[in-house]
């Protein structure tokens, strides 16, 4: 007991310490040892009591929780026991103890004397802050009232000053305002004086400077002065222009300009230049460059001739000045020939006036490039002389469609002819003289919301009759390279051909159209003729089902088949792509698709013609498994002889001298071989690849199940049933692949299993037997492996363990074991 009591006071100790910590911490409230101390002076009968005996019964008492003689006992009992041998560890757990309460005693006074210097410390800092607060509100209120004091004083002070300001700002306007009307009266001046010494080319350069004054001053108010400006620009451009354009025009006329013939395609004609060809040509620089002056001040006065918004052409800038003089004439001879009641304006010859056009840029070009071009570059213009003169022209034509289109709108014949010589003047045109994309050109009228709607109309129509016409033709099915075995892989009947190339005619028409949403309705036309073309031929189709194998029959699927291939090519087509983007910007904004299908448009897993090739797949499919269906049925009638061999007593190989084929599988291989020749010749090889594939995997399994598992083999049948099959029905599919058997799997595998020696077919009976004895749910994946395996050695991997089974039990040559 001595050694104990050490123990109670360090433990009575801990205990009173982690109570004074908690009422520190504000854990506050009383603890159970508090009730039990309070209940040491109580009577034996008080309710207190009774409440807590009845407490101590209900809750298990916790060594690290209850009180401390419970404690303590509890502790000595874990620590000590019974063992009075264990006594000798109290030392050790006294030394660890008092260690322990040292170091909780240091940890209470470091606690206890931080805590109130830290308070201490922030009170202090708390008290600076307010006070530091309290100067500031002060200095705030005192600066308040002395700047209340400051405005009122200054008020009148600001509103004597608000007035001067306001009239120092007018003086400041009107003294702008005079001195741009010096700027102007002075540039006026120096123009005058100039034309006086007959400078022209400072005075042009004045007036450029001029026109930019009036450019800056567009922002301005000043009605008066704006007027004042445009008028002084307008009147100095008029007298520089007639006197520079006058010239200019003289020194075209020497040039014999323009060159309106091939004999007139150079300078001076076929003539020899004179001898001042080279004045005259320095003089033509001089006033090109002299007249590119006057440009800005051009385009201030002159607003530039517009067709109606419902045409929507691109923004152009100008025609530059010069070119402008140097195109008169032309533009002269194109009105006077191509308008009015002349005997060239006629409505059912547009091609006079494109093909004029044509002409007139190729005669000019040399002109253009040689002459012209450099006249820009060193005037720091960045136009391409050849283009500018093209883009010219081009408006004329423009003007000339938009007055004719609706003259003819409703003849279909003069209609699609417009439509046709536009496009090729349009193909010649960017592709012979480089027009480029961007500039307005004649498929921006054909885009018109009419014009287009009455294009597509055309357009559908003459397709329509085109394939009417196809189809009736008497070559219609009928390949024209038949007789070129390289180049009639696909066997393609002329009506499909002609429907694809009538597509691809369709796609060059349209595929420079300026805007993707007019594309986008062609597209359209293009899958709408596509499925008409798919209905035609299905009904064509359905009058040749009762002959699937005719020489109709094929072509028509011949024609499918090629036309869902060249349709995939398509999708792949960079045009086509673009289309595909532009079709999924427009589902995107209309909600036309759901999530998935505009997540397949933007990944390309899908393409514009994947609805059309599914549904000719779809055809493909049909009409191949009917052909299919056919030579089975066939094959089957055929067949009827050999099911019924007598396969249970046929003699064995060694009775046989030599092995022949069954009498009876003979029609069935002949014809097999005859409607195999027959389609290999009317098929292309993709849809003949996948004709036998298909066929052999159902004849696999009709020889199998309606031969195989129907009959007994002895040793010669089961002989006879693999030099039939091996030998004869393998080698009629080794034209078309090099492992003929591996399509015949089920027929192979059996043939294996019937041909078994007795030992190896006793085996595998045994360890299949097994197999099945043993398939427990603890077993099962111990013994199938075993059952797989033997299988796979033997060269089986298609037919499953019971497959095998019921075939070894079709053998008859097992050994008589006296069971």
């Known amino acids: 007991m001595e050694m104990v009591e050490p123990l109670l006071n360090s433990d009575a100790t801990l205990d009173l310490q982690e109570q004074e910590a908690n009422k520190d911490e504000g854990l506050g409230g009383e603890t159970e040892d508090s009730e039990d101390t309070q209940l040491?002076?109580?009577?034996?009968?008080?309710?207190?009591?009774?409440?807590?005996?009845?407490?101590?019964?209900?809750?298990?008492?916790?060594?690290?929780?209850?009180?401390?003689?419970?404690?303590?006992?509890?502790?000595?009992?874990?620590?000590?026991?019974?063992?009075?041998?264990?006594?000798s560890k109290l030392g050790r757990l006294i030394e660890q103890l008092s260690e322990n309460k040292a170091k909780l005693e240091e940890q209470v006074l470091t606690v206890s004397s931080e805590v109130p210097k830290r308070i201490q410390k922030a009170l202090q800092n708390a008290e600076d802050s307010k006070k530091s607060l309290n100067q500031l509100l002060e200095k705030e209120s005192l600066l308040y009232n002395s700047i209340n004091d400051h405005l009122m004083t200054s008020k009148p002070w600001m509103e004597d000053l608000g007035v001067l300001i306001s009239q120092i700002k007018e003086v400041e306007r009107h003294l702008a305002y005079l001195k741009w009307i010096s700027q102007i009266e002075e540039l006026s001046d120096n123009i005058q004086q100039y034309l006086m010494t007959n400078n022209v080319p400072e005075a042009a350069t004045t007036l450029a400077t001029m026109a930019e004054v009036d450019i800056k001053l567009q922002e301005s108010s000043c009605s008066h002065l704006l007027s004042f400006v445009r008028s002084t620009v307008q009147f100095w451009h008029k007298i520089l222009k007639d006197k520079l354009s006058s010239d200019f025009e003289e020194t075209l006329n020497h040039l014999h300009w323009p060159f309106v013939g091939p004999t007139q395609s150079q300078p001076f004609g076929l003539a020899t230049p004179p001898a001042n060809a080279q004045e005259i040509y320095t003089n033509f620089e001089t006033l090109f460059s002299q007249l590119l002056k006057l440009q800005t001040s051009d385009e201030l006065l002159t607003k530039p001739k517009q067709l109606p918004e419902k045409y929507v052409l691109p923004p152009s800038p100008p025609i530059i000045l010069p070119m402008q003089i140097m195109l008169a004439p032309l533009q002269k001879r194109f009105k006077y020939h191509f308008t009015g009641n002349r005997q060239t304006n006629v409505l059912s010859k547009p091609e006079w006036y494109l093909t004029q056009v044509l002409m007139w840029i190729g005669n000019h070009a040399k002109f253009l490039?040689?002459?012209?071009?450099?006249?820009?570059?060193?005037?720091?213009?960045?136009?391409?002389?050849?283009?500018?003169?093209?883009?010219?022209?081009?408006?004329?034509?423009?003007?000339?469609?938009?007055?004719?289109?609706p003259c003819l709108l409703y003849d279909d014949n003069l209609f699609c002819h417009l439509v046709d010589e536009v496009l090729l003047f349009e193909r010649e045109l960017h592709s012979v003289h480089g027009y480029l994309n961007s500039f307005p050109s004649c498929m921006h009228i054909l885009s018109e919301e009419t014009c287009f709607q009455r294009w597509l109309t055309v357009e559908r129509k003459f397709a329509l009759q085109k394939m009417d016409s196809m189809l009736s033709s008497e070559a219609a099915w009928i390949s024209q390279y038949k007789d070129i075995t390289d180049v009639d892989e696909m066997k393609v009947p002329d009506c499909a051909e002609t429907f694809m190339t009538l597509l691809l005619v369709i796609t060059d028409r349209y595929k420079h159209l300026p805007a993707a949403a007019r594309k986008l309705q062609f597209l359209e036309l293009q899958k709408e003729l596509v499925d008409d073309f798919r209905i035609r031929l299905t009904q064509v189709m359905k009058e040749e089902t009762r002959v699937p194998l005719a020489f109709r029959y094929c072509a028509i699927l011949n024609a499918v088949n090629y036309i869902a291939t060249v349709l995939a090519d398509w999708a792949d087509n960079v045009f086509f792509l673009q289309l595909q983007q532009a079709a999924l910007e427009v589902c995107a904004d209309s909600n036309a698709l759901n999530k998935l299908?505009?997540?397949?448009?933007?990944?390309?897993?899908?393409?514009?013609?994947?609805?059309?090739?599914?549904?000719?797949?779809?055809?493909?499919?049909?009409?191949?498994?009917?052909?299919?269906?056919?030579?089975?049925?066939?094959?089957?009638?055929?067949?009827r002889m050999y099911k019924k061999e007598r396969w249970l007593s046929l003699p064995s190989q060694s009775e046989q001298a030599v092995m022949s084929l069954?009498?009876?599988?003979?029609?069935?291989?002949?014809?097999?071989?005859?409607?195999?020749?027959?389609?290999?010749?009317?098929?292309?090889?993709?849809?003949?690849?996948?004709?036998?594939?298909?066929?052999?995997?159902?004849?696999?399994?009709?020889?199998?199940?309606?031969?195989?598992?129907?009959?007994?083999?002895?040793?010669?049948?089961?002989?006879?049933?693999?030099?039939?099959?091996?030998?004869?029905?393998?080698?009629?599919?080794?034209?078309?692949?090099?492992?003929?058997?591996?399509?015949?799997?089920?027929?192979?595998?059996?043939?294996?299993?019937?041909?078994?020696?007795?030992?190896?077919?006793?085996?595998?009976?045994?360890?299949?037997?097994?197999?099945?004895?043993?398939?427990?749910?603890?077993?099962?994946?111990?013994?199938?492996?075993?059952a797989m395996a033997a299988l796979n050695e033997l060269g089986i991997y298609k037919l499953a363990q019971q497959d095998v089974e019921i075939l070894l039990n079709l053998r008859t040559n097992w050994p008589n074991t006296g069971k």
């Open 40 to 87: 040491l002076c109580t009577t034996p009968g008080d309710p207190k009591v009774e409440a807590l005996d009845s407490r101590k019964e209900r809750i298990p008492r916790d060594p690290e929780s209850c009180d401390i003689p419970f404690y303590v006992s509890e502790f000595v009992e874990r620590e000590v026991g019974t063992d009075y041998e264990s006594l």
């Open 369 to 405: 490039e040689d002459k012209i071009q450099p006249a820009l570059d060193k005037a720091g213009v960045s136009v391409n002389a050849k283009l500018e003169f093209s883009r010219a022209l081009v408006m004329l034509i423009l003007e000339k469609l938009a007055a004719d289109i």
């Open 597 to 639: 299908q505009l997540g397949q448009l933007a990944s390309m897993e899908s393409s514009v013609f994947d609805d059309m090739i599914n549904l000719l797949e779809r055809l493909k499919h049909d009409m191949l498994t009917r052909q299919v269906d056919h030579v089975f049925r066939e094959v089957k009638e055929a067949a």
């Open 662 to 786: 069954s009498a009876t599988a003979c029609p069935l291989l002949m014809t097999l071989r005859d409607q195999l020749l027959q389609l290999e010749q009317q098929l292309c090889y993709s849809l003949f690849k996948i004709f036998w594939q298909m066929l052999a995997e159902k004849v696999d399994l009709f020889i199998y199940q309606e031969i195989i598992l129907a009959n007994h083999f002895n040793e010669g049948g089961a002989a006879q049933l693999q030099f039939d099959m091996t030998r004869n029905l393998f080698p009629l599919f080794s034209h078309y692949c090099k492992r003929p058997e591996n399509y015949f799997k089920h027929i192979k595998e059996a043939c294996i299993v019937l041909n078994l020696n007795v030992g190896s077919a006793l085996l595998l009976k045994d360890v299949l037997h097994s197999a099945t004895e043993n398939r427990t749910e603890t077993t099962l994946n111990s013994s199938q492996p075993t």
